[in-house]
């Protein structure tokens, strides 16, 4: 039975997958890499960044004597930057401790920074042809349905039992293609919604299908409710027309990126003085505010914000970095050099927009 389910299923993927750019390679560094950016990213997404990736970091060495800002700019847009932080840094561990080589060891790539289970597993199959089963939100879609498991798969007791028939049916020949027929699989024909079932290799053997519950199975728990804050930034100019910009500390949400200095609105604050506020706590200055640039609307994994973006001008003290790494003052030209978040990426395009006596005019009116 497992033979069967492992023959047809790499059969259908051997005729059916996609063309993607990191099945091309047997390189275990080239995979790390789509492994880390695939993670809670699409693949349309992932493909464009990959390769501009690789184009500058075509390897362990060339990433790891890359600066982190370098690092940060060619991942700027593709989000979840502790990614990127995690494979630069892992990088140089394996420059270090492993003179530039990808582990075939298990517990030697668990050592990795930002290598888990999953990425391990998918490394070790796919590059190096070792039988270690992997569980993502594909893998749990499909094995869920075929073993006709109805409890809540965001269980860790039931993600166990997914990963324990895993590594029951990966075969000991092509362990890596078997993975990647099970994602491809539930990737595209195993969908969440109106699943694709007359076309799949597995469904004779498919509990959920046999009994109709294709709707109902996998069972996914309620996601809490994200919260949504009010944040509002501050454009300070200076008399030369340069942005005050801070670098945000290493560890921590969006670590190593620059952003335009402000913060989340209280109870009972206006916008205005919200700007006010966290400029003095954060930089030690007092600002005039000005116009409002901009707001817009993001979301980030857990949150979602509205974020404002006011013109300002230091009306007392000198900016210092007290809750950052460091502050820089650069002109509108400048900004672009820099990693931004994708929200304050979309505050430049708007300053991008406004030349030399739009900004003179700006700083005259604040």
Not at 191 to 203: A, D, E, W, Y
Not at 216 to 231: D, R
Not at 232 to 241: F, H, P, Q, S, V
């Amino acid at each position: 039975m497992t033979d069967l389910f492992s023959a047809n299923l790499i059969q259908w993927y051997r005729e059916n997958k996609r063309d993607l750019p990191w099945r091309e390679t047997s390189d275990p560094y080239r995979i790390w890499v789509s492994e880390i950016m695939l993670q809670q990213t699409r693949v349309d997404t992932v493909i464009p960044y990959y390769h501009r990736f690789l184009e500058v970091f075509p390897t362990v060495t060339a990433l790891a004597e890359a600066d982190q800002q370098q690092v940060l700019k060619i991942w700027e847009g593709l989000g979840y930057y502790s990614r990127a932080r995690n494979l630069h840094s892992g990088a140089r561990y394996l420059m270090e401790s492993h003179n530039g080589e990808v582990p075939q060891n298990r517990a030697e790539l668990l050592n990795v920074k930002g290598i888990g289970t999953y990425t391990a597993a998918a490394i070790l199959s796919i590059a190096f042809g070792q039988k270690h089963a992997v569980v993502d939100g594909n893998v749990l879609r499909v094995l869920s349905r075929y073993a006709g498991i109805r409890e809540d798969i965001r269980s860790g007791r039931v993600v166990n039992e997914i990963q324990k028939i895993a590594d029951q049916l990966i075969p000991d020949d092509h362990p890596g293609d078997f993975n990647q027929a099970l994602m491809e699989l539930g990737a595209t024909l195993c969908k969440p919604v109106s699943p694709l079932c007359n076309n799949c290799p597995l469904s004779s053997g498919c509990k959920a299908w046999n009994l109709a519950e294709t709707d109902t199975i996998p069972y996914k728990s309620p996601a809490k409710k994200i919260p949504h804050y009010e944040i509002a930034a501050g454009l300070i100019l200076n008399e030369k027309l340069e942005l005050l910009i801070a670098l945000r500390p290493e560890h921590g949400m969006l670590g190593g990126l620059w952003e335009f200095p402000g913060g989340k609105k209280e109870q009972g604050e206006t916008l205005e003085e919200t700007v006010k506020r966290e400029l003095l706590e954060e930089l030690g200055v007092q600002v005039r505010t000005g116009d409002l640039l901009i707001s817009l609307n993001h979301t980030y994994s857990h949150f979602k914000i509205t974020l404002h973006a006011y013109w300002c001008r230091i009306i007392s003290g000198v900016p210092s970095p007290r809750s950052s790494q460091q502050l820089r003052w650069v002109s509108a030209d400048e900004l672009d050099v820099y990693p931004f978040p994708k929200a304050n990426k979309l505050i430049i395009k708007r300053v991008a927009r406004l030349d030399t006596s739009d900004l003179e005019n700006v700083f005259g009116k604040i």
